[in-house]
């Protein structure tokens, strides 16, 4: 990824790669007359020299565009729809629009879309970082100069503020709930190291087990992506145990309503035969028989509290990054109780 603080000009780009600026300028604009080997040259240069192509030609730099370019990692998971929504509402209450772009967990298209949106000379950034983004990325990405919040997930770095949940809180107030409710033997479905967030869960699922003196046999620990389906599946290898767990915390909703259809697949009643417990409280939560005990995540309001530490960067962008964390609240429902007695 480029990166050059001085701006470049076309004729920058047209005299390093040894072509007329209406060449480049026809490679820019996808001109099909451009032969492949030509056009594939002048775009290694623009890549090389960090030139920045500005569609919007007939305004100044200088002049505001009110836009900013907001990217979601997974649009199809209701609770980054909802982190959108706040995203949006923030923002217009500021005054600002959004153009908005879905990596779909693709760092490629992260950075194709991030691209774009420096191109259209957006006034902020607002990321939801995809799975694989290093320290690196974000760090260029701030260089920009444009001012830059990661949302919901964040990547450690000193060049961006972040706004989201205090995910350590939510998994160990899920598991202290089982835990104050008898359940000696928890697994933890979910555990991956691929975001921050589930990291952080992890870890807030092992300090309570620690914290408690319990035992945390590794086949209670399932890895795998947050699905309906990866939950279903999941509950099949942990009862194959001589012990199988009498409680589950699910690394979020999705994989805990999975989980509970697993259940139900060889006999067991979630709340009577086995506890779940999920994390962040999607709207379909209450709407399960029986209700799903979970941790609740405002992830509108983290989307509103981005959209605040956008504006404070935009206004003093030499402040140090700051971090907004939201806490996490305990909704009791009907699938989590007392360990059944055998």
């Known amino acids: 990824m480029a990166n050059n603080n001085k701006r470049v000009s076309l004729k920058d780009v047209a005299r390093s790669a040894n ?89 490629v298209k992260q950075e194709k879309f991030l691209d774009t949106a420096r191109q259209h000379n957006v006034e902020g950034l607002i990321l939801m970082p995809a799975i694989g983004t290093t320290r690196k990325m974000i760090d260029a990405f701030a260089d920009w100069g444009i001012p830059l919040v990661m949302v919901s997930r964040y990547v450690q770095s000193g060049k961006a503020d972040y706004a989201g949940c205090d995910n350590i809180l939510a998994a160990t107030l899920a598991t202290n709930h089982l835990i104050e409710l008898g359940h000696r033997r928890i697994a933890f479905v979910g555990a991956t190291t691929r975001s921050s967030t589930s990291r952080d869960r992890l870890r807030g699922f092992k300090l309570a087990m620690k914290n408690a003196g319990l035992d945390l046999a590794p086949e209670w620990i399932c890895s795998c992506e947050a699905s309906r389906e990866k939950g279903f599946d999941a509950v099949k290898d942990l009862f194959k145990s001589k012990q199988p767990p009498t409680g589950i915390v699910c690394f979020n909703d999705l994989l805990a309503f999975g989980v509970m259809l697993g259940l139900r697949s060889i006999g067991l009643e979630p709340g009577m035969d086995c506890s779940v417990v999920g994390i962040d409280n999607v709207l379909e939560a209450d709407l399960w028989q029986p209700g799903l005990t979970t941790v609740a995540i405002d992830s509108r309001r983290i989307g509103q509290y981005a959209g605040q530490l956008l504006r404070r960067r935009m206004e003093n962008p030499a402040l140090p990054a700051k971090n907004l964390l939201l806490t996490p609240e305990l909704i009791v429902r009907g699938s989590s109780g007392r360990v059944a007695a055998h």
Do not use: W
């Open 19 to 107: 072509v007329s600026t209406g060449t480049v300028s026809m490679v820019l604009n996808n001109n099909p007359s451009v032969a492949q080997a030509t056009k594939e040259h002048v775009q290694q240069i623009i890549k090389e020299l960090g030139y920045i192509y500005n569609r919007s030609a007939g305004q100044l730099r200088n002049r505001r565009t009110g836009i900013v370019g907001v990217s979601i990692c997974n649009l199809a998971n209701p609770y980054f729809a909802e982190n959108t929504i706040g995203i949006e509402t923030s923002l217009r209450d500021l005054g600002l629009s959004l153009i908005l772009g879905n990596s779909e967990e693709s760092v």
